[in-house]
C-alpha cells in the first residue's frame, strides 16, 4: 500500500516555477546499485566505501582502488535506470524551470533521459589521468592495474570525486544557485549528510522554499521538511507525475 500523497504537495508543485531535485545512492537502490550505507557483498564486505573513496587510498593501494571502481562499474553496466529516473525525466519536461543535482556516479539519471542536470561527484563510467586531470577514452590493457595513462604514462583513475576532493566550482555554483531561487526543492534518496550536496536543501529552505523528502528512512533533512514521505522513491515519483496529470512518457517507456 503506497504512501498517501497530501494534497497540498500537490497544489505546491503544480504551482511550482522553479524546482530543484537533489538525488542520492537511494534512488538507484531498486536498479540494484548497492547504497553507499548498505554493507558492500562479497570481497568488498571487509571495506568501508568512505575509506576507498578517497586519495589517500588510491595512493596507498591504487589496485585495490581501481579494481573496487571496476566493481561498482560492472554492477551498474548490469543495471538499468529505475521509474524514479523516469518519473523525474517526466517533472522535467512538464515543469516551467527545473534542475537535477546528482550525488550519484552511476549515470542513470542520464540514461533515462533527463538532461538539466549537474553530477555534481562526476561519473563512474569516465576514467582520467591521475597526474595531468583530463579524461581518458582508451588506453593499452596490460596485466598492470591501475591502468597507465597513454600520454604522460601516470596512473589513471576514475573521474568521480572522492572525500577530501573539491567539486568543480561551476557545478557547486550552478547547483548552489537553484537552490537559493527556487520555490520547492525535492531531496530523494539521500541520507543528507555529505557535503556540499547536503547544504542544497538547508540553503532551499532559508531562501524561501517549500521542501519535500523522499526516502524510506528518517533523515537530517526530515526535521526541516515541509513534507517527509517515508516511501520508496519508484513508489512515489510516479504517483506524483500521475496526480499532476503530467504527460508519463518516461515512465510509460520505462513500464513496457
Ligand atoms: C569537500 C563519489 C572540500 C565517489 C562521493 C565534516 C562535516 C562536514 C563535511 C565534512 C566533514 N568531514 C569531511 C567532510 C567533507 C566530506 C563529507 O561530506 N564527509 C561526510 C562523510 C561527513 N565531503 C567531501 O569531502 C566533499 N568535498 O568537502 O571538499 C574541499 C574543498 C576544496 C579543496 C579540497 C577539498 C566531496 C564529497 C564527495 C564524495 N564522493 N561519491 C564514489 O561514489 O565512489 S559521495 C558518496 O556518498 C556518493 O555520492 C553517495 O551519493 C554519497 C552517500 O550519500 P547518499 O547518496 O545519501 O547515499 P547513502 O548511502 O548515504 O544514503 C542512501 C539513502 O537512500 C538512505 O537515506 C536510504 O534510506 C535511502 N534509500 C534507500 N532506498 C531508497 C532510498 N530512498 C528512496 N527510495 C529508495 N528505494
Redesign the pocket.
Given at each position: 500500500m503506497s504512501l498517501q500523497i497530501p494534497d497540498d504537495l500537490i497544489t505546491t508543485l503544480a504551482a511550482a516555477e522553479r524546482v530543484v531535485v537533489l538525488?542520492?545512492?537511494?534512488?538507484s537502490?531498486?536498479s540494484g546499485v548497492p547504497?553507499?550505507?548498505?554493507a558492500q557483498t562479497g570481497l568488498w564486505a571487509q571495506y568501508d566505501?568512505?575509506e576507498?573513496?578517497t586519495p589517500q587510498a588510491f595512493a596507498r593501494n591504487p589496485r585495490l582502488v581501481w579494481e573496487w571502481?571496476a566493481w561498482?562499474r560492472k554492477l551498474i553496466q548490469q543495471a538499468k535506470p529505475n521509474l524514479?529516473h523516469h518519473a523525474l525525466v517526466d517533472l522535467e519536461q512538464a515543469l516551467p524551470t527545473f534542475l537535477l543535482v546528482?550525488?550519484?556516479?552511476d549515470g542513470f539519471h542520464w540514461l533515462a533521459g533527463s538532461r538539466d542536470m549537474i553530477e555534481?561527484?562526476?561519473n563512474?563510467a569516465r576514467t582520467r589521468c591521475y597526474e595531468e586531470g583530463h579524461v581518458v577514452s582508451w588506453w593499452e590493457e596490460t596485466d598492470e592495474l591501475p591502468p597507465r595513462c597513454p600520454h604522460c604514462g601516470g596512473p589513471l583513475r576514475?573521474d568521480?570525486?572522492?572525500?577530501?576532493?573539491?567539486?568543480s566550482e561551476q557545478a557547486l555554483r550552478s547547483a548552489f544557485d537553484a537552490a537559493a531561487a527556487c520555490d520547492l526543492f525535492i531531496s530523494?534518496?539521500?541520507?543528507?549528510?555529505?557535503?556540499?550536496?547536503?547544504g542544497l536543501p538547508l540553503l532551499a529552505k532559508r531562501m524561501g522554499a517549500r521542501v519535500l523528502e523522499?526516502?524510506?528512512?528518517q533523515?537530517a533533512l526530515s526535521v526541516i521538511a515541509d513534507w517527509s514521505l517515508q516511501?520508496?522513491?519508484?513508489n512515489?515519483l510516479p504517483q506524483l507525475v500521475r496526480r499532476l496529470d503530467f504527460p508519463t512518457n518516461a515512465i510509460d517507456g520505462a513500464e513496457q
Amino acid at each position: 500500500m503506497s504512501l498517501q500523497i497530501p494534497d497540498d504537495l500537490i497544489t505546491t508543485l503544480a504551482a511550482a516555477e522553479r524546482v530543484v531535485v537533489l538525488t542520492g545512492a537511494g534512488i538507484s537502490a531498486e536498479s540494484g546499485v548497492p547504497t553507499f550505507r548498505e554493507a558492500q557483498t562479497g570481497l568488498w564486505a571487509q571495506y568501508d566505501p568512505r575509506e576507498l573513496a578517497t586519495p589517500q587510498a588510491f595512493a596507498r593501494n591504487p589496485r585495490l582502488v581501481w579494481e573496487w571502481y571496476a566493481w561498482r562499474r560492472k554492477l551498474i553496466q548490469q543495471a538499468k535506470p529505475n521509474l524514479a529516473h523516469h518519473a523525474l525525466v517526466d517533472l522535467e519536461q512538464a515543469l516551467p524551470t527545473f534542475l537535477l543535482v546528482t550525488q550519484n556516479i552511476d549515470g542513470f539519471h542520464w540514461l533515462a533521459g533527463s538532461r538539466d542536470m549537474i553530477e555534481l561527484h562526476g561519473n563512474i563510467a569516465r576514467t582520467r589521468c591521475y597526474e595531468e586531470g583530463h579524461v581518458v577514452s582508451w588506453w593499452e590493457e596490460t596485466d598492470e592495474l591501475p591502468p597507465r595513462c597513454p600520454h604522460c604514462g601516470g596512473p589513471l583513475r576514475p573521474d568521480v570525486v572522492w572525500f577530501g576532493e573539491g567539486i568543480s566550482e561551476q557545478a557547486l555554483r550552478s547547483a548552489f544557485d537553484a537552490a537559493a531561487a527556487c520555490d520547492l526543492f525535492i531531496s530523494v534518496g539521500t541520507s543528507a549528510m555529505v557535503q556540499p550536496a547536503a547544504g542544497l536543501p538547508l540553503l532551499a529552505k532559508r531562501m524561501g522554499a517549500r521542501v519535500l523528502e523522499i526516502n524510506p528512512a528518517q533523515t537530517a533533512l526530515s526535521v526541516i521538511a515541509d513534507w517527509s514521505l517515508q516511501d520508496k522513491a519508484s513508489n512515489l515519483l510516479p504517483q506524483l507525475v500521475r496526480r499532476l496529470d503530467f504527460p508519463t512518457n518516461a515512465i510509460d517507456g520505462a513500464e513496457q
